[in-house]
């Protein structure tokens, strides 16, 4: 068991917006260019850790995470660069989880090596699918040989290991889901992320559903499919801690993700990065300019408007820990609900939809499956009243919220 890391403690997201091709379903902040400016995209990431540096450099960092776009479109230079300058600007524990995305292509896979040297410890691939006709239809420019080939390299070269698939892709039955399970169970990965497709509003595969063509599975299918996921991996020693994410062990969980979910601090530094920080006793998102190009300009200009900071209400840290906490299988402490909360959760675990769990709201499969629903209606029996019996920052040494996730 890892020791207790302090509430002091932060983690750092670097956004970069790049990518090859955007997917088509994609509505992170990512662009495609002919040219990536990478040489001044880094010094303009070394000036934001430095600018926040200043104000937290008492605070003890314990994972990095590369996200974008493309990370691994990085040289392994730029990103030992970046690395070195998170070190310099703040406090490093001296097992912090460096993660860093990636994709399956010949290309970056090619690189892991060098990307290993330059501190990265973790690595996240884009695998998404290992049958060649969804590959194609989500629009990604690896094939299922690629897609085996970099897990395969990547294992021996990282010493943690994760990857993405997305299933309930239109007409998917249950043998090819478990086709898909199959394959990735054979790596034997320590931790997979599984998601289920979605429509989002700023994407080609949305455009298409308005159009009429494409339709994705029903929201029952939609349940039969995350039941079978659960029951698969469960049955190969993966337990789902959060509702898309499955690790082997606690160790194998990834601790810049489970700060997220524990609404814990991070600092969110790139174009579009969002972070989250508490400052003399409240809490604020940031945002910084989504524009690449902006972006960079603002960077090179040294101008404070490149981050936009605000600071959440009562309500909105109780809607997102909510939001997030129900996420988890560990769930919330009692302590966060309110006397009408409880009543409706007595209500939900004697319908199955919440485990009998005495210290803690932990919801179930059949929960889980009802999150929005439920996330709604205790949003509804939320009042004024409420707020002031809810304890948004109980310290939970029972469980232990970990230096190593």
């Given at each position: 068991?890892g020791?207790?890391?302090s509430?002091e403690?932060?983690?750092?997201?670097?956004h970069?917006?790049?990518?090859?091709?955007k997917?088509?379903?994609?509505?992170?902040?990512?662009?495609?260019?002919?040219?990536?400016?990478?040489?001044?995209y880094?010094?303009?990431?070394?000036?934001?850790?430095?600018?926040?540096?200043?104000?937290?450099?008492?605070?003890?960092?314990?994972?990095?995470?590369?996200?974008?776009?493309?990370?691994?479109?990085?040289?392994a230079?730029?990103?030992?660069?970046?690395i070195?300058?998170?070190?310099?600007?703040f406090?490093?524990?001296s097992d912090?989880?460096?993660?860093?995305?990636?994709?399956?292509?010949?290309?970056?896979?090619?690189?892991?090596?060098?990307?290993?040297?330059?501190?990265?410890?973790?690595i996240?691939?884009?695998?998404?699918?290992?049958?060649d006709?969804?590959?194609?239809?989500?629009?990604?420019?690896?094939?299922?040989?690629?897609?085996?080939?970099?897990?395969?390299?990547?294992?021996?070269i990282?010493?943690?290991l994760?990857?993405?698939?997305?299933?309930?892709?239109?007409?998917?039955?249950?043998?090819?889901?478990?086709?898909?399970?199959?394959?990735?169970?054979?790596?034997?990965?320590e931790?997979?992320?599984?998601?289920?497709?979605?429509?989002?509003?700023?994407?080609?595969?949305?455009?298409?559903?308005?159009k009429?063509?494409?339709?994705?599975?029903?929201?029952?299918?939609?349940?039969?499919?995350?039941?079978?996921?659960e029951?698969?991996?469960?049955l190969?020693?993966?337990?789902?801690?959060?509702?898309?994410?499955?690790?082997?062990?606690?160790?194998?969980r990834?601790?810049?993700?489970?700060?997220?979910?524990?609404?814990?601090?991070?600092?969110?530094?790139?174009?579009?990065?969002?972070?989250?920080?508490?400052l003399s006793?409240?809490?604020?998102?940031?945002?910084?300019?989504?524009?690449?190009e902006?972006?960079?300009r603002?960077?090179?200009?040294l101008?404070?408007?490149i981050?936009?900071?605000?600071?959440?209400?009562?309500?909105?840290?109780?809607?997102?820990?909510?939001?997030m906490?129900?996420?988890l299988r560990?769930?919330?402490p009692?302590?966060?609900?309110?006397?009408?909360?409880?009543?409706?959760?007595?209500d939900l675990?004697?319908?199955?939809?919440?485990?009998?769990v005495?210290?803690?709201?932990?919801?179930?499969?059949?929960?889980?499956?009802?999150?929005?629903?439920?996330?709604?209606?205790?949003?509804?029996?939320l009042?004024?009243?409420?707020?002031?019996?809810?304890?948004?920052?109980?310290?939970?040494?029972?469980?232990?919220?970990?230096?190593?996730?």
């Amino acid at each position: 068991m890892g020791t207790l890391a302090s509430v002091e403690d932060l983690s750092l997201y670097i956004h970069f917006p790049y990518c090859e091709r955007k997917c088509p379903y994609c509505d992170f902040n990512s662009h495609v260019r002919q040219r990536i400016p990478e040489e001044e995209y880094v010094r303009a990431i070394l000036w934001r850790l430095r600018c926040h540096g200043e104000v937290f450099a008492d605070r003890v960092v314990r994972s990095i995470f590369f996200g974008g776009g493309t990370p691994s479109l990085l040289s392994a230079g730029s990103v030992s660069r970046i690395i070195d300058g998170a070190a310099r600007y703040f406090s490093l524990c001296s097992d912090c989880e460096i993660t860093l995305e990636a994709n399956p292509s010949s290309y970056e896979s090619s690189r892991f090596s060098f990307l290993r040297s330059a501190g990265v410890n973790r690595i996240s691939l884009g695998v998404q699918s290992f049958d060649d006709s969804s590959l194609r239809f989500l629009g990604r420019l690896h094939d299922s040989k690629q897609a085996r080939i970099a897990l395969e390299h990547a294992s021996g070269i990282f010493p943690r290991l994760s990857f993405d698939l997305i299933v309930c892709l239109p007409q998917q039955s249950d043998a090819a889901l478990k086709r898909e399970l199959n394959a990735a169970l054979s790596y034997g990965s320590e931790h997979l992320c599984v998601y289920q497709l979605t429509l989002e509003k700023s994407t080609e595969f949305y455009r298409r559903f308005r159009k009429g063509e494409l339709s994705l599975p029903s929201a029952r299918r939609s349940s039969e499919i995350y039941r079978l996921v659960e029951e698969e991996l469960s049955l190969h020693g993966y337990a789902s801690y959060e509702i898309s994410s499955y690790a082997r062990t606690p160790m194998a969980r990834s601790r810049h993700n489970l700060v997220y979910w524990r609404y814990g601090d991070y600092v969110g530094v790139g174009p579009g990065a969002h972070g989250r920080l508490r400052l003399s006793g409240d809490m604020f998102s940031t945002l910084e300019t989504r524009s690449p190009e902006r972006w960079l300009r603002q960077a090179c200009s040294l101008d404070s408007v490149i981050e936009k900071r605000w600071r959440l209400s009562a309500r909105e840290q109780y809607m997102e820990r909510l939001l997030m906490g129900l996420r988890l299988r560990e769930g919330l402490p009692r302590a966060f609900f309110s006397s009408r909360a409880l009543k409706f959760i007595d209500d939900l675990r004697l319908i199955g939809y919440c485990e009998n769990v005495f210290t803690r709201v932990c919801l179930s499969l059949e929960g889980r499956l009802r999150l929005d629903t439920i996330v709604s209606e205790l949003s509804d029996l939320l009042d004024a009243e409420d707020m002031l019996e809810i304890d948004f920052y109980e310290e939970d040494l029972s469980l232990g919220i970990l230096s190593n996730g």
